[in-house]
């Protein structure tokens, strides 16, 4: 039996309590989540806002706290993007901080207790909410497809529409003459298979890892007090690996597909 709260009814038993958490807030037709919406719009802000903040009280002196920890960040990414991208772009770099900072904060939203957030916004009307935008396959499938545009557009700078298009035809099994003309829709294919599997992998890796994530906070919320301190502590402790770990790699083989998209084959 379940109880009511406010006209909608509460979980009232372990099934109903991981549907409930596994729900998103949705429009009246249940064609967007807008709690992937907002709070991912919302953490953009807020790296944004840091970042801004470290800009304006950068010194040439002894570096405060966040300038400190703005740079390391920064040379952390430029170390990378530096060993994988090997051309010369003015957006490389930026392209692959923002996605580091803003990846790595909705995927510490899972941090949080489960029902801090849910319970909040209750007091206000709201009796569904998912906090971790990375665990909504619509967003991550989002984030991979401005990637798969990127990867597009980086090849058709760096190559001329004309080369992008050749290439498309004549790699990555290259031939002369009556042989080339019959390889043509075999490496159109191959092409083909390349570039989607490049978004689909990125954005199913980072969704399988935070839903699961998420999913096994929400069974630890469901144990005793002494269970959840127990394990919800060690678990904490590992995700932050698991958390640090996904944003690293969604930027790192962004920067790795962008490099390949440059290469002439």
Request: proline share 4%.
């Amino acid at each position: 039996m379940t109880t009511e709260h406010g006209g909608h009814a509460a979980p009232a038993n372990a099934t109903e309590y991981i549907q409930h958490h596994l729900s998103h807030l949705q429009t009246a037709d249940g064609m967007f989540n807008l709690d992937t919406f907002w709070i991912s719009l919302i953490l953009g802000f807020v790296f944004l806002g840091v970042f801004y903040m470290a800009s304006k009280r950068a010194t040439a002196g002894v570096p405060g706290k966040l300038q400190n920890f703005v740079e390391w960040i920064m040379e952390l990414v430029n170390d990378t993007v530096n060993s994988a991208f090997h051309a010369k772009s003015a957006v490389i770099a930026p392209l692959a901080i923002t996605i580091f900072v803003w990846v790595w904060l909705m995927n510490a939203m899972d941090f949080l207790p489960v029902d801090l957030l849910p319970k909040i916004l209750e007091f206000f009307g709201v009796y569904k909410l998912r906090v971790v935008p990375t665990a909504d396959v619509n967003h991550t499938f989002g984030m991979a497809f401005g990637v798969f545009l990127c990867i597009i557009g980086f090849s058709i700078k760096a190559k001329g529409a004309g080369g992008y298009m050749k290439e498309l035809f004549t790699a990555p099994f290259h031939a002369h003459g009556v042989a080339a003309i019959f390889l043509a829709p075999v490496n159109f294919i191959f092409q083909m298979l390349e570039l989607f599997a490049k978004p689909i992998s990125l954005s199913l890796r980072l969704f399988g890892n935070m839903y699961a994530g998420e999913l096994i906070f929400i069974l630890i919320a469901l144990l005793p007090w002494w269970a959840q301190w127990l394990l919800g502590g060690p678990w904490a402790i590992f995700h932050i690996l698991i958390v640090t770990l996904q944003a690293f790699v969604f930027m790192a083989l962004t920067v790795v597909y962008l490099s390949l998209a440059v290469e002439k084959h």
